[in-house]
């Protein structure tokens, strides 16, 4: 059983900045991509960002140069550091990844169970 929890949402005003985490847990073998997406009221989900096994990195265009994805390989952990936040950027933020776990390794793909990210004008 694979478990991702995500922290460090919350209210903060525009111009500020948020820190969220997410941490996978359970029997990993490897994790490939990992990704933020978010999902404003009466929206579709969208990706946020996302970063490869690798480091690569791609973002939607309305977070370049405000958002930024890291991820720590050992701790199964990827970060998404937000900068200069808009009210535009209220949502639930979710994690996603690419994880093989068990003897067997079987791939497949993990959501976690979101972060609100609020942002008052």
């Known amino acids: 059983q694979v478990q991702l929890v995500e922290s460090g949402g919350g209210l903060v005003q525009a111009g500020g900045s948020l820190r969220l985490s997410c941490a996978a847990s359970?029997?990993?073998?490897?994790?490939?991509?990992m990704a933020w997406y978010r999902q404003a009221p009466g929206k579709q989900r969208e990706l946020v960002a996302r970063i490869t096994s690798i480091g690569r990195t791609n973002y939607v265009d309305s977070v370049k140069d405000r958002f930024t994805i890291s991820r720590d390989n050992a701790k199964n952990t990827v970060y998404l550091q937000m900068n200069s936040l808009k009210p535009e950027d209220t949502a639930v933020y979710y994690c996603?990844?690419?994880?093989?776990?068990?003897?067997?390794?079987?791939?497949?793909?993990?959501w976690g169970q979101g972060t609100q990210v609020t942002v008052s004008s």
């Open positions: 359970g029997s990993i073998f490897s994790i490939e991509a």
């Open positions: 996603n990844a690419d994880i093989t776990t068990g003897k067997f390794k079987l791939w497949r793909n993990y």
